[in-house]
């Protein structure tokens, strides 16, 4: 008989990790409602004319799509089959498709529900995504996205908050970070002065690589896309930008005096910074030029955010972008928005052993049965500490001491209630804590006190 397997790339959670994952989802949901965003939920599949084209032609290629109901083959002929054009086949055999992010579905959602929406429309959104991806250590098929986004308003008030928002979740879950910030403008008024706007990607894809890489190879890479030498010297004092925020807007001011859309990106920057500095926030804000997330999708602030004590890749990122729902036909809708990545956060989080004990183990009490007049003394109790909500089971046999004990122990549970006849004959329960081994003969109230309290 075959074993059962699971699709590549796929992954089972157990209890014990998915109360890590629970602990993580939670702490953003908390975060992301006391900042008034609230939450939606949109289907696991899509039709396919909302997703195809949306993530170029190789996304298009990722997406995973849904034979249709019934006889799916009804639709083609031999000839078409014949053809072996796949794309072609595909469209004729499947309508639906598994969604790739939560952008577009968002989008096709504020455009569907547009008039019953309030704009500004503040949302989150924590549900898995699927992409036919090859996968690898640590790219899976099957992941989850944690999104909040602001659309119908041009405020940079809403990028301030949004850093708040990550500031507060890292400080939360005591990672330390460093929150990277750019803007697309800034980026295009760079590409506007050395005189080859046209080459913007190949410009900052290249700069992105500078830590990877050093200066010498991104350079041989500039020259490599037929940029002139003289554009790349011009390039060189941006590229090795350094200083503290405000010394590097003063560099850039210089700069970019001649490109307006460059001075604009420089004056958002200032407004964030400036607004910022009123609030204290925790971790350290760096402005950062190489930064160049997803180019092609923003328009003005870019936001990323790296793990300070672990080598990983950005755990956060976003970014305004000013057209999400101009490719379901309703322009100008500008938005701003962030993205939590769980999985990597839960490798940072284990990696640096700072799950706590609590979000680890579900049962905190453990009551042992020893028979049925037992039982009928402790199922009072069990419901008495359960409405103090304290988690609590009752080994459901009557089985030996030691069984229960190893049961209480492979499942993390803490505390261990004790009740024979003497604990009966005085109303009472022996509570033993599984660390140190400790027991006591204590009252009922006694024991909700204890376990109720931070241990």
């Not at 697309?184 to 590409?191: M, N, T, V």
Request: aromatic letters at 8%.
């Amino acid at each position: 008989m075959q074993k059962p397997s699971i699709p590549k790339g796929t992954r089972d959670f157990s209890p014990e990790e998915m109360a890590k994952r629970n602990y993580i989802f939670d702490t953003i949901k908390e975060v992301y409602q006391l900042y008034g965003y609230r939450q939606i939920e949109t289907p696991s599949m899509e039709n396919l004319s909302t997703l195809m084209g949306k993530y170029g032609e190789e996304g298009d290629k990722l997406l995973f799509k849904i034979l249709n109901s019934g006889d799916f083959l009804s639709s083609m002929n031999v000839d078409d089959i014949k053809e072996g054009n796949s794309a072609k086949t595909a469209t004729k055999i499947s309508d639906k498709g598994l969604r790739y992010d939560l952008t577009v579905p968002f989008a096709r959602y504020v455009v569907m529900h547009r008039n019953e929406i309030t704009f500004p429309f503040r949302r989150y959104q924590i549900q898995p995504v699927w992409r036919a991806d090859r996968p690898q250590k640590g790219r899976y098929r099957e992941f989850f996205q944690c999104d909040a986004d602001v659309v119908g308003s041009d405020s940079l008030l809403n990028e301030v908050e949004l850093l708040q928002i990550i500031d507060e979740v890292f400080r939360r879950l005591n990672i330390r970070v460093s929150i990277k910030l750019n803007n697309r403008k800034i980026l295009s008024g760079i590409a506007e002065i050395i005189g080859e706007a046209d080459k913007i990607t190949d410009i900052t894809v290249a700069i992105d690589k500078l830590d990877k890489i050093g200066l010498e190879k991104v350079n041989e890479e500039l020259r490599s896309k037929d940029i002139p030498q003289e554009a790349i010297d011009k390039l060189q004092p941006i590229i090795l930008l350094s200083g503290t925020n405000r010394e590097k807007i003063a560099t850039l001011k210089n700069t970019l005096a001649t490109s307006e859309i460059g001075l604009k990106g420089i004056e958002e920057l200032e407004f964030i910074l400036d607004k910022i500095e009123l609030l204290h926030i925790g971790c350290d804000l760096e402005l950062d030029l190489t930064l160049a997330r997803g180019l092609n999708y923003y328009t003005g602030a870019i936001i990323e955010v790296k793990a300070l004590d672990m080598e990983i890749g950005s755990i956060t990122g976003g970014g305004r972008y000013d057209n999400l729902t101009g490719i379901f036909g309703l322009p100008d809708v500008s938005g701003v928005g962030i993205s939590f990545g769980a999985d990597r956060i839960y490798d940072v989080l284990n990696y640096l052993d700072l799950f706590p004990e609590k979000a680890t183990h579900a049962t905190e009490l453990l009551f042992v049965n020893f028979g049925e007049n037992e039982q009928n003394y402790i199922l009072p109790l069990l419901a008495q500490v359960r409405k103090h909500g304290i988690s609590a089971e009752i080994y459901p046999d009557e089985a030996k001491m030691k069984k229960q004990f190893t049961y209480a122990d492979n499942n993390k549970i803490p505390f261990v209630a004790i009740v024979g006849a003497n604990e009966i004959a005085e109303k009472k329960v022996t509570l033993k804590d599984m660390k140190t081994g400790e027991q006591e003969l204590i009252s009922v109230e006694e024991l909700i006190a204890r376990i109720s309290r931070p241990h």
